[in-house]
């Protein structure tokens, strides 16, 4: 605060134990500090009360605009300072109906797990199961048509085999 060294305090000491007598310094010193305490308390109250003159004007000012003032639109205004363009929005719009096709999703799996359990406690084979699936069974074959015989007609049976 004050650039006082201590060759000047010791000259302000010898200049008050003059002054004041050796008698009667102890309660001059008492005195000055007493005063410089009141003068260090003063400026505090002072300080304190003029931070809180600001901090309520600037409540006041925050209150008024938030209550609709110009540019009472503060979601916007941020919105607008972090994502101009609206990329982000469209990111997080896609994560979120993302999100809800794999819960989708993982409810229709819970859902056939818990048939497939209901099914196997109920003594019923399971359609995917490899060991109860049976194949369709095959369709009759046809005879072959002999190339003799293009026309499709049955060959004939009555013809001896010596006949030519």
């Known amino acids: 605060m004050f650039d006082i060294g201590w060759q000047e305090l010791f000259l302000v000491a010898i200049i008050a134990l003059i002054v004041v007598g050796p008698k009667d310094l102890p309660r001059a010193l008492k005195a000055v500090t007493g005063a410089i305490r009141k003068v260090k308390g003063m400026a505090r109250d002072f300080q304190s009360g003029l931070d809180d003159i600001v901090r309520e004007s600037e409540l006041d000012e925050m209150r008024k605009q938030i209550e ?8 916007k205004e941020i919105e607008n ?9 469209k990111d997080l719009s896609e994560m979120r109906d993302f999100e809800g096709d794999l819960t989708k999703a993982a409810q229709g799996y819970g859902d056939d797990v818990k048939k497939t359990e209901e099914d196997a406690r109920a ?3 399971d359609e995917n199961d490899a060991m109860t699936f049976t194949p369709p069974e095959p369709e009759p074959e046809k005879e072959a048509v002999s190339a ?12 001896k085999s010596g006949e030519g």
Do not use: E
Request: avoid cysteine; glycine fraction near 18%; aromatic fraction near 4%.
């Open 81 to 89: 300072s972090i994502d101009p363009d609206g990329k982000v929005a």
């Open 123 to 125: 003594g019923l084979p």
């Open 148 to 159: 003799d015989n293009a026309s499709g007609d049955k060959p004939d049976d009555t013809k």
């Open 68 to 75: 609709g003032g110009p540019g009472a639109d503060f979601r």
